[in-house]
C-alpha cells in the first residue's frame, strides 16, 4: 500500500513459521527480503522497475547495505517496513528503510546505496535525467549512508566452496544479493551464531557471480566485528560482509 507521499511506500507483513530459524526468530534474509519486496513494489509503482526500464536496457543494481537491528522479531509478529529514496547522484541512488513493529515502535533500519548498469554489457550507467528528477520526501530525516569502508580481520580463513546454481538466480538473471549473503552467513550460524544474536550488518556487492561459476567463502575476526568474504576462482572479490553481536 501507499501512503499519501508518492515517494514513501509501506507494506505490512507477518512473520511466518518460514521465516523464522529453529529459536522462532525472523532471519535476517528473510527481514532483507521483505525490505527489497518493498522496494521493488515502489519503484513499480514510480514507474522505475527494470521493467519499466527495459527499453533502456538498464537495471538496478545494489551495491552497499547496512542494517541496524534494535530488537530481533519473532513468529506471528506482525510488522511494517517503510522506505523512500533518501538521495541522488548521477551514478548512484540511495534508499532507506525503516520497520516498526505492531506497537509502532522502531525495531531495525537500513540504508542502501544503488546504482545502474546496462543489462546488455553490464557496464555502468549513468541515471536517467527522468530519476534524478524523482526527488526525495521533504519532511523526513534521512539515515547515514551506508559505510563505505568494510574494514578486514587480522587473516582470513577459507571454510568453504559454493556452486551457483539455477535457483540462486533472480528475475534481474544474476545471483540475488540474499543468496550472496546466505553463502556468507551460513558459515557462521554452523558455529553458533544466529540471526537475533547480530545487531549491525554491513553487506558490499562488488561483483557479480554467473551460473555455474564457484565461489570461496572465507571468514575472520578483529576483536570486535566479524567478517565473511566471498571470492572468484581468480580472486574477484564478489562481495563482503562485516557484523557485530549485540
Not at 36 to 52: G, I, N, P, Y
Not at 222 to 232: C, D, G, Q, T, Y
Amino acid at each position: 500500500m501507499k501512503t499519501s507521499n508518492p515517494l514513501v511506500y509501506t507494506r505490512k507483513y507477518r512473520v511466518n513459521a518460514h521465516d523464522v530459524n529453529g529459536d522462532k526468530y525472523l532471519t535476517i534474509l528473510s527481514l532483507l527480503r521483505s525490505m527489497q519486496e518493498c522496494s521493488l513494489l515502489h519503484a513499480r509503482a514510480l514507474k522505475t522497475s527494470v521493467w519499466d526500464m527495459e527499453e533502456e536496457q538498464i537495471t538496478w543494481v545494489l551495491i552497499r547495505k547496512e542494517l541496524k537491528i534494535l530488537e530481533p522479531l519473532e513468529l506471528d509478529d506482525d510488522y511494517t517496513v517503510i522506505t523512500y529514496p533518501s538521495g541522488f547522484e548521477k551514478f548512484f541512488a540511495y534508499r532507506d528503510y525503516l520497520v516498526f513493529n505492531e506497537d509502532k515502535k522502531l525495531v531495525a533500519a537500513a540504508s542502501s546505496t544503488w546504482t545502474m548498469i546496462n543489462t546488455d554489457s553490464r557496464k555502468l550507467s549513468k541515471i536517467p535525467e527522468r530519476i534524478l528528477k524523482i526527488g526525495t520526501p521533504a519532511d523526513l530525516k534521512f539515515l547515514t549512508k551506508a559505510d563505505k569502508i568494510m574494514g578486514k580481520p587480522q587473516s582470513w580463513e577459507l571454510v568453504d566452496n559454493r556452486l551457483v546454481r539455477s535457483y540462486d538466480l533472480d528475475w534481474n538473471g544474476h545471483v540475488s544479493n540474499i543468496v550472496l549473503l546466505r553463502y556468507m552467513m551460513e558459515v557462521y550460524k554452523v558455529r553458533g551464531i544466529e540471526d537475533q544474536h547480530i545487531q549491525n550488518l554491513l553487506i558490499h556487492f562488488i561483483n557479480e557471480a554467473d551460473l555455474n561459476q564457484e565461489v570461496s567463502v572465507e571468514i575472520g575476526q578483529s576483536k570486535k566485528e566479524s567478517f565473511a568474504a566471498l571470492r572468484s576462482k581468480d580472486g574477484k572479490s564478489v562481495a563482503s560482509s562485516r557484523f557485530t553481536l549485540r
